[in-house]
């Protein structure tokens, strides 16, 4: 529970109901997705291709069809992993997998998902009707922590926590959905798995030096993304990813800059203890939900009015416009691999 800046009492709503019954998924080949399900406007572009509005013809239920084209095995085998992953996830904070159409000849693979109608967590707060505080981050932490927890039971790694892959469940309440397990992998504490991916900002050092990642490297980004969220600054951006690299493997960032004047001590005791350069040092999923900071925003009773204060999202703003910026250049490296030159 929660109140916001303007004195009205925020409450997260209930989970609602899943989106849908429990599915045994096994790839189908024998159809393509258009014979089921009637596309509708485009929704989002992610690395191997778009996500699509639709509607199943037989029972007019609304989903989201995620596009994924196949120019290498490789890229098969990880979209399978991507499928095997999603199937054991059913949690209210992670994204459901709906069906899954292969079609080879079109080399097109097609997931079917949950739909998530509130768009991209990061474009809701800039909004200029959004009145961003601090409750609301502690609130939307904690659920990315929750999903995490989950995710980390289940011995997977995420290894891709960025701000684009937190989803608002809809456009009034405040209930978030992690997405994109094309990253995710299976993790065995005993075994060594080092890992070349992930996005420059939100990496853990272990993922820039190739070391042995862990949950550990789920955390950092969750540290990234909150300091990013309640400031607006990205604590480790340089001038080119060399630069970012460089920032990460020091692991040194402040909380200097007057964005920070009003955020508590707790917040910046929490994320202290996520951008932790040895992953073994950092709180686990667990440990975040049980932190002080954390604790706080599912106390039954809210905090007096009084504390609540709004953060300025200027820095915010400009944080989203360029991460649209790096998209859309992604977007088009997504179409040049797909042999399509502008
Ligand atoms: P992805 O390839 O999974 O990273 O998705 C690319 C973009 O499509 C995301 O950043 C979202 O904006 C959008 N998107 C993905 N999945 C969904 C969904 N299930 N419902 C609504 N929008 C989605």
Same mark, same amino acid.
């Given at each position: 529970?929660?109140?916001?800046?303007?004195?009205?009492?925020?409450?997260?709503?209930?989970?609602?109901?899943?989106?849908?019954?429990?599915?045994?998924?096994?790839?189908?080949?024998?159809?393509?997705?258009?014979?089921?399900?009637?596309?509708?406007?485009?929704?989002?572009?992610?690395?191997?291709?778009? $996500?699509?509005?639709?509607?199943?013809?037989?029972?007019?239920?609304?989903?989201?069809?995620?596009?994924?084209?196949?120019?290498?095995?490789?890229?098969?085998?990880?979209?399978?992993?991507?499928?095997?992953?999603?199937?054991?996830?059913?949690?209210?904070?992670?994204?459901?997998?709906?069906?899954?159409?292969?079609?080879?000849?079109?080399?097109?693979?097609?997931?079917?998902?949950?739909?998530?109608?509130?768009?991209?967590?990061?474009?809701? $707060?800039?909004?200029?009707?959004?009145?961003?505080?601090?409750?609301?981050?502690?609130?939307?932490?904690?659920?990315?922590?929750?999903?995490?927890?989950?995710?980390?039971?289940?011995?997977?790694?995420?290894?891709?926590?960025?701000?684009?892959?937190?989803?608002?469940?809809?456009?009034?309440?405040?209930?978030?959905?992690?997405?994109?397990?094309?990253?995710?992998?299976?993790?065995?504490?005993?075994?060594?798995?080092?890992?070349?991916?992930?996005?420059?900002?939100?990496?853990?050092?272990?993922?820039?030096?190739?070391?042995?990642?862990?949950?550990?490297?789920?955390?950092?980004?969750?540290?990234?993304?909150?300091? $990013?969220?309640?400031?607006?600054?990205?604590?480790?951006?340089?001038?080119?990813?060399?630069?970012?690299?460089?920032?990460?493997?020091?692991?040194?960032?402040?909380?200097?800059?007057?964005?920070?004047?009003?955020?508590?001590?707790?917040?910046?005791?929490?994320?202290?203890?996520?951008?932790?350069?040895?992953?073994?040092?950092?709180?686990?999923?667990?440990?975040?939900?049980?932190?002080?900071?954390?604790?706080?925003?599912?106390?039954?009773?809210?905090?007096?009015?009084?504390?609540?204060?709004?953060?300025?999202?200027?820095?915010?703003?400009?944080?989203?416009?360029?991460?649209?910026?790096?998209?859309?250049?992604?977007?088009?490296?997504?179409?040049?691999?797909?042999?399509?030159?502008?």
């Amino acid at each position: 529970m929660s109140s916001d800046a303007m004195g009205r009492r925020i409450e997260l709503e209930p989970d609602c109901e899943p989106a849908f019954e429990y599915r045994q998924i096994t790839i189908r080949k024998e159809k393509w997705v258009t014979d089921e399900f009637e596309l509708l406007e485009f929704l989002g572009r992610g690395k191997f291709g778009e $996500v699509k509005r639709c509607k199943e013809k037989s029972s007019g239920r609304f989903l989201a069809a995620k596009f994924v084209s196949i120019v290498k095995e490789q890229e098969k085998k990880d979209v399978y992993n991507e499928i095997e992953i999603m199937k054991s996830l059913q949690h209210p904070r992670l994204i459901q997998l709906y069906d899954v159409y292969e079609n080879p000849s079109k080399k097109q693979i097609c997931l079917i998902l949950e739909l998530i109608n509130g768009g991209e967590l990061f474009e809701r $707060v800039i909004d200029e009707n959004f009145i961003l505080t601090e409750r609301l981050c502690e609130l939307y932490t904690s659920q990315i922590c929750e999903g995490l927890n989950f995710m980390h039971k289940m011995n997977i790694l995420h290894l891709d926590l960025k701000p684009e892959n937190i989803l608002c469940l809809s456009k009034d309440g405040h209930r978030i959905k992690i997405i994109d397990f094309g990253l995710a992998r299976r993790f065995n504490p005993t075994q060594t798995l080092k890992v070349l991916f992930g996005t420059p900002e939100f990496v853990a050092p272990e993922v820039v030096s190739y070391d042995k990642v862990g949950y550990g490297t789920d955390l950092w980004s969750v540290g990234v993304i909150c300091y $990013v969220l309640l400031s607006g600054l990205s604590p480790f951006m340089g001038d080119n990813d060399g630069e970012t690299y460089n920032n990460i493997t020091k692991a040194e960032f402040d909380f200097d800059d007057e964005s920070f004047d009003d955020i508590s001590d707790e917040a910046k005791d929490f994320i202290n203890k996520l951008l932790v350069k040895d992953l073994s040092k950092r709180m686990t999923a667990s440990q975040c939900l049980d932190h002080p900071w954390l604790k706080k925003s599912i106390a039954p009773t809210p905090e007096p009015l009084a504390k609540e204060k709004i953060i300025n999202t200027k820095n915010l703003r400009r944080f989203v416009i360029r991460r649209r910026w790096q998209k859309a250049v992604n977007a088009l490296l997504a179409l040049k691999r797909l042999g399509l030159n502008f």
